[in-house]
């Protein structure tokens, strides 16, 4: 049975956890912070199956961000590519059953907490309305 999208988030943040390695949120955080893997709605977020039955499962996609500090672009990136193969390994473990759709190159941004190097990985999964 699919997990329900009241809780899949939480269920994400879970299984991407990898503490001492980078901070795990599910949701956006006031702060973006650099070595953060954050778990956040995709649009559309969730892709009814049915228009008129609730007890067909819906699509929930998600863009999985991570971070790293914007250095060194060699170093960074090398880096940056090591955090996608854990997060894929980490979603691949995952006891969800999900697709990745897609992952961004990697491109730099401002952020509050200074210049940040950013990917996403772009995921679907089944959910349930309960």
């Not at 956040?40 to 998600?62: C, G, H, R, V």
């Not at 914007?70 to 473990?93: C, P, R, S, W």
């Not at 697709?99 to 349930?128: K, W």
């Amino acid at each position: 049975m699919p997990a329900a999208i009241t809780t899949l988030r939480s269920t994400l943040a879970t299984d991407l956890a990898n503490a001492g390695t980078w901070s795990t949120f599910s949701f956006p955080p006031a702060t973006l912070l650099a070595n953060s893997v954050v778990i956040t709605p995709s649009d559309p977020y969730l892709t009814p199956s049915n228009n008129d039955e609730i007890t067909i499962n819906p699509m929930a996609n998600f863009k999985i961000l991570i971070t790293k500090p914007a250095f060194d672009n060699q170093g960074n990136l090398a880096g940056m590519e090591d955090y996608i193969l854990a997060v894929v390994t980490k979603l691949a473990a995952s006891t969800l059953v999900m697709n990745i759709s897609a992952v961004s190159a990697p491109s730099i941004i401002s952020a509050a907490s200074g210049d940040l190097l950013v990917s996403e990985i772009t995921i679907n999964t089944l959910t349930s309305w309960s």
